[in-house]
C-alpha cells in the first residue's frame, strides 16, 4: 500500500526554522515526483516546492524562494522541507504529493494540485511569538 507520511510541523517563532519530513512506504520515492503544498484556514491548497524525478530539478513559489529549501533521501526514502526565516503567513497545514513511476510532466513546475495522485495527512505549521 502507497503511503506518505508527513512529520516535523510544530510551533516555532518568526524568523525560525523546521525541517518537514515526507516519507514513503510502499513505494520508491526516487522514481515519483515529490510536491510540498501548503493550506491556511480558509484559503485554497497552494503549492509551495517540488522536485521533478526525471533530472532532480526543483521548484519554488515566489513566496517561499530563498527561504525553502527540497531534497530527497533516496537511501530514507523520504523528501524534506528546510524552512529557514519563516514567516507568520508560512503558517499553514503542510501536505507531500507523490506522482508517477510515470511523471505526466518532466519539470514538476508544471504540476499542479490536481496533477497528484497521492496525498499524506498534512502537518500543521505554526509560526507565531
Known amino acids: 500500500q502507497l503511503q506518505l507520511v508527513e512529520s516535523g510541523g510544530g510551533l516555532v517563532q518568526p524568523g525560525g526554522s523546521l525541517r518537514l519530513s515526507c516519507a514513503a512506504s510502499?513505494?520508491?520515492?526516487?522514481?515519483?515526483?515529490i510536491g510540498w503544498f501548503r493550506q491556511a484556514p480558509g484559503k485554497e491548497r497552494e503549492g509551495v516546492s517540488c522536485i521533478s524525478s526525471s533530472d532532480g530539478s526543483t521548484y519554488y513559489a515566489d513566496s517561499v524562494k530563498g527561504r525553502f529549501t527540497i531534497s530527497r533521501d533516496n537511501a530514507k526514502n523520504t523528501v524534506y522541507l528546510q524552512m529557514n526565516s519563516l514567516k507568520p503567513e508560512d503558517t499553514a497545514v503542510y501536505y507531500c504529493?507523490?506522482?508517477?513511476?510515470?511523471?505526466?510532466?518532466?519539470?514538476?513546475?508544471?504540476?499542479?494540485?490536481?496533477?497528484?495522485?497521492?496525498w499524506g495527512q498534512g502537518t500543521q505549521v505554526t509560526v507565531s511569538s
Open positions: 504529493a507523490a506522482d508517477g513511476p510515470w511523471s505526466k510532466y518532466y519539470y514538476c513546475s508544471r504540476y499542479t494540485v490536481d496533477s497528484y495522485d497521492y
Open positions: 510502499g513505494f520508491t520515492l526516487d522514481y515519483y515526483v
